[in-house]
Structures are given as C-alpha cells and as structure tokens.
C-alpha cells in the first residue's frame, strides 16, 4: 500500500508527498490534527489539512518570524507569541539573552501534547522556566493587557475558523495597545502567488493602525509556492533602517536568518509591493 | 473524468496540478514534452516529467536569469543564450537597448514550435531582428567561438540527459574563453532545498575556473521547493558592488525584478551559503 497525502486548494494545485506512518490523527475542539512520518521531510505536522511544520524545513519559519522582530528592538524583555503551540517560535525566541519573560498563548493545547511527543527538537523549550502557556484565545487574551510587550509574533494558521478574527483591523489595534511604546510586531502573512488578496488584506489592516508597517519574504518550501510573506508593523522602530547587523552577537549562526538577510528580505519582488501598497 | 499531473522526484514529494486539457505531447529527439492547460497557471510546459515553464510564472525566472548579468554589464551589446527555446529569456534580453545581437542556442527545435504555439507572449521575441536561432547542441556550439560574448546565460533544463555537460568545468572553460574581457555568465543553479549536491557542483565548477562567482535567489513557485539558485560568473565584474541601480533607466519596471532586489538576491540564506562555498 502506497499513501500520499496532498494539499490543494483553490488554484487546484498544491504539495504532495509519500506517508511512510500515520502517527497521530485527532479531531480536536478546534481543528483536525494529524502527523505524518515521511522520508524526505521527517515528521509533518498537518492542521485542517494544511502543513504547518515539518522537521526539515520548520528553521526557515521559525527564523525568520522571530529574529527579524526580535534583533530590530533594541532590548526585548516581554514577548507575546500567538499560536505557536508546536514551540519553535519559542525556541528561537528564547535564543535572546534579553528575553526575560515569553507568553504563548495557544488555543489548542492538543497541538502542544503533539509537539513535545513527535517534535522534540521543535518543542525543546516549552517548559523553558521564562516561558509560561496560556492555552486560550489569543483575540481574547489580547484584550486585557496593556502596554506590556516589547514584541509580538502572531504565529498562526490560515486566517479562517479560529484564527480569521487575527487579521481584522480590531485585532491589529488591541495588539498596538498591548505593546510598549516602542513595541514591535511580526505576523505571519501568506502567500503572495497563491493568497493574494490575503496578503493585501493583512497589509492594508496593519497599515491602518501602526506608523510602521513592512513585509518581508522567506523561501519555506512545504507552503504553497513556497514563498512566504511576513508582516512587522511598529510604533516607530524601522526594521531595515533601525537594525544593525552588528546586534546579532560575534559568533552567532542560525540556519537561515543572517543580518544580511534581514535587511535584504524587506526588498519585494515588484509583484509583492503591489500588495504591500494602501 | 479528473486528469492529474505530478511531479515527483527522490524526495517522494512534489507539485501536482489538475489538468484541463493535454494541448501537446511527443516525444522529441531529445526529450519527452508535454504542454497541458490549466485554470491556475495557464499553460504549462512540462519537459521529461518536469515543469519548466507556466503562463502564470515564467516572468520570475527569466527576469532574474537576464536582468541580474545584463545589468551588472556596463555595455552588452553581443548575448548568447544556451537552452530557452520557449523565448522567454530572449524576451527580456531584447529589452536592453544597448543589445545588438543574441544568438539562441537551443538544441530541440520541438520546444521552440510549440512556445510560439501555446506561449505567444513568451515566445513574443523569437522572430525578433537581431536574433539569430541556431539548432544545435550548446556544449559543441561554445566550442567554435572565442572572445566573442559579453553575456551568457545558460537556460537550461537539470543536468540529467542533453543538459548533463552544461555544469562540467570543460563545459565553463570553454564559457569562459567564449566571453571578451569583462564578460559576465548566468546560469540556472537549482534548488538548494532538494538538489544541494547540484548547487554544491555547479557552484564548486564555476569557482574553479571564474574569477568572480556568486549565487543569488528567487521564488518560482513551480519549480521544487520555490526556492531557485542563479550562478553568476565573470572574468571580474561583481553583480553587487559593480551594480548601481541607477543604471535601470527610470521608468524601467518589471513584474519580479527591482533595482535594490538586485542586490538582495545575493544575501543568501546560511543554509545556502553552505553549499556556495569552496
């Protein structure tokens, strides 16, 4: 018996690849959850049917969403992570000598459990004593603190069932009220070829209530196209301009964000400031 | 009745796309070639099982592959193009005023009656004065000239079959005296993702006989992984600190390619780095 799973939606097009096992398939009270072994790509977590992280390739995600934010600030010590259950964002956050304190705040602790059994190296820092698990709703969670974090990363699934109220234009100022006043955001902001209108919305949002709004792209092959957007809006800091690449520590070295990098994945193809435009 | 194409390489995992209609398929001389028509991407043409080129994203590939050398280059007036029968890269060539010949070297003429069939705005060129067609074989057409080119770009399928001599150190020597002094080349370098040891090669090949080789990136959402390498190679002109972007004429504008992504292109993931070493 052969299994394949395949991801496709609208553009009738998407990923396929060979299921070596089957190791967890839950419906949760939020999503169904499934984890498959593979070859190629060691263990994938898949959420709704869509792939979320695989062992190979999780680096470039969870990279690029935190170090971008997290080296522009000058001295991060609250960090507010929503979603991020599998504990990557974690794991490079916690990287920060600066960091004192991390929230994350998952609505599904089943996607937690499933980490820490089938992503060890993923998950190895969720119990991190900086670090404290919220498990509820990030759109709620939000609404009750403010001007408290340094930075926050929206680590989420598509904008659709739980995770569409994380894009709206409310959602974007509660955040803004939530941060300290040179408080720093990244989102996770989708893809440019295949979500379009998605990665428009999510600019037009964040545009309307930070000063600073900037998209910048990473390569992660297991999402669609394979080309990835992600959002950082500001109350001031610029992360182009306000960075220097002489903040990453000597001797520093991650797999794919370097300080060059940072600076150089702000520069769009012409196709994707055409989204990234009010 | 649902037709599905795949593309499946030793990763067990790749694209797959639902087919509308098979427009074309033969096998050539050469190759096996497809054409199939799409909702999403428009027509897609598929060579031994792999895509090279859709109506939907052609512009990336072939914007980076032309405009990153014909840029760096103060003067291109004479360009040869190994491979590309589908014209897409002699489109962008041609944009360049200061071109006064190109010379297309492309081995299966099968590929090019079908561009100007099922492609029409990307064969659009291929009729174009100051290109010549040559239906040769590009490894022994190199062999004839001598300080001839100031620009090469190498547009060829991977390195398995007909395009296996195209990323051998015979094969860049034979370039090298191919191209006058301050010559520039540009070649298509794969997926550092899902082909490393391809990247590793052509960048280790490259090195040996250039005295200038860098790699840059883009994001060709069809092709594995989305994550492609251009290699750069000249006998001296850098692609970065010998590029000013004012020399792109205002009012210059392109779907993918920009001035300051020029540049930015050749930040490259550490990962990547890894491979583009000696």
């Not at 009738?12 to 999503?31: A, H």
């Not at 680096?59 to 170090?67: A, C, G, N």
């Not at 509660?174 to 428009?200: C, H, I, K």
Request: charged letters at 20%.
């Amino acid at each position: 018996m052969e299994l394949w799973f395949k991801e496709i939606d609208e553009s009738q097009s998407g990923l396929t690849f060979k299921v070596k096992n089957v190791l967890f398939s839950k419906q949760t009270p939020y999503q169904r959850l499934d984890v498959f072994e593979t070859d190629f790509y060691g263990n994938v977590l898949v959420l709704d049917g869509c792939v979320q992280i695989t062992q190979k390739d999780e680096f470039v995600y969870h990279e690029m969403l935190s170090h971008v934010p997290l080296y522009t600030h000058p001295n991060p010590k609250n960090v507010l992570i929503i979603g991020g259950g599998d504990g990557g964002t974690v794991r490079e956050v916690v990287k920060h000598p600066e960091v004192d304190h991390v929230d994350l705040v998952e609505i599904d602790e089943v996607v937690i459990e499933v980490a820490k059994k089938y992503f060890p190296e993923v998950s190895c820092e969720l119990d991190n004593p900086k670090l404290s698990i919220l498990p509820m709703d990030g759109i709620e969670y939000i609404k009750s603190k403010k001007n408290h974090y340094d930075v926050i990363l929206i680590d989420s699934t598509d904008p659709v069932g739980p995770a569409e109220g994380l894009i709206v234009s409310s959602f974007y100022q509660n955040a803004f009220d939530t941060l300290t006043d040179n408080g720093v955001m990244a989102v996770q902001a989708e893809s440019p070829f295949f979500y379009p209108e998605w990665v428009r919305k999510i600019y037009r949002n964040l545009h309307g209530v930070f000063p600073v709004t900037k998209f910048y792209l990473s390569f992660t092959p297991t999402y669609p196209g394979g080309m990835w957007t992600f959002g950082f809006a500001s109350k001031g800091l610029d992360p182009v301009t306000d960075f220097a690449p002489s903040r990453v520590p000597a001797g520093t070295s991650f797999r794919y964000y370097t300080p060059d990098l940072h600076q150089a994945a702000f520069q769009l193809p012409a196709f994707v400031q055409e989204l990234c435009r009010e």
